[in-house]
């Protein structure tokens, strides 16, 4: 009988520790997967925050350029009102430009009809047909180009009866346009002159243009007031002073008719005024 006790108490014993043994394996497997589920918590955790800190950043940039935008709408509202107020001054500035620039021209076209009424009025007054004479206009001014064969004598500047004849006619269209300024100008060609007080070809067509205006002046009763005596020399021909024929061309004495500077402008100032009404 005791031995049948023990031999129990022995076998309990060792179904006793199977049983604990098994326990055992089985609570440290869940203890193996609960860890396992904490380290993946733990990093997907990580991650979270590390998403969050990213989202916070982005968010705080995001109010940071809400606000920016919102002032800006408002500096844009500014300025685009300050804009349309510049473009509005700009185009109120082009169109009186645009208005100035039309009574300008409406003025140069009152001024180009006036030459050529006086360029018409010039050729049948003075009423010869020779090539040596030319009349035209050249940069809105009358021209009368004289060859200096009908004028003077080679080296001289003493003026020749036919010449006179010529100035009588230009003289009395001067006398018609008491308003006009006329500028007598003369040419030499290139071949250097020197002749007792003359000391070059400055001196000979100064002395030309000055004697011309005096028969103007003195003969024919031009209003010196109106007279501008210009000599020029040999510095602007017309041609290369390399032949007989071109320094002949370029020896020519020319009588400029034109308006006054100062009435050129008030005319204009006129013409604005009468447009603008004040």
Not at 87 to 94: F, I, P
Not at 113 to 136: F, M, Q, R, Y
Not at 164 to 174: D, H, M, N, S, T
Not at 179 to 197: A, I, K, L, Q
Request: hydrophobic share 40%.
């Amino acid at each position: 009988m005791k031995r049948l006790i023990l031999f129990v108490s022995i076998a309990a014993m060792t179904l006793g520790s199977c049983g604990t043994k098994k326990k055992i394996a089985e609570l440290e497997a869940k203890n193996k997967e609960c860890q396992d589920l904490l380290n993946s918590t733990t990093v997907k955790l990580n991650l979270c925050l590390s998403e969050k800190d990213i989202i916070s950043n982005q968010l705080a940039d995001l109010k940071k350029t809400n606000s920016d935008l919102i002032s800006n709408v408002g500096n844009i509202t500014l300025l685009s009102a300050k804009g349309a107020e510049n473009l509005e001054k700009s185009l109120e500035s082009l169109k009186e430009k645009d208005l100035k620039i039309s009574r300008l021209q409406d003025a140069l076209t009152r001024k180009d009809s006036v030459t050529l009424a006086l360029v018409t009025s010039l050729k049948g007054a003075v009423g010869i047909s020779d090539p040596d004479i030319e009349i035209n206009v050249e940069k809105g001014v009358v021209m009368i180009s004289i060859a200096d064969k009908l004028l003077f004598k080679s080296g001289s500047y003493e003026i020749s009866d036919r010449a006179k004849e010529i100035l009588g006619k230009v003289a009395k269209v001067v006398n018609d346009k008491p308003d006009f300024e006329c500028m007598v100008e003369s040419h030499t060609d290139n071949v250097p002159y020197r002749n007792g007080v003359l000391l070059d070809n400055w001196d000979l067509s100064a002395k030309r243009a000055t004697a011309v205006v005096r028969v103007l002046t003195n003969d024919h009763k031009v209003n010196p007031k109106q007279m501008i005596a210009a000599g020029r020399g040999e510095f602007q021909p017309l041609v290369a002073n390399n032949t007989v024929e071109n320094r002949a061309a370029n020896r020519r004495t020319r009588i400029i008719v034109m308006p006054k500077i100062d009435q050129f402008y008030d005319m204009i100032e006129k013409e604005m005024k009468k447009q603008t009404g004040k």
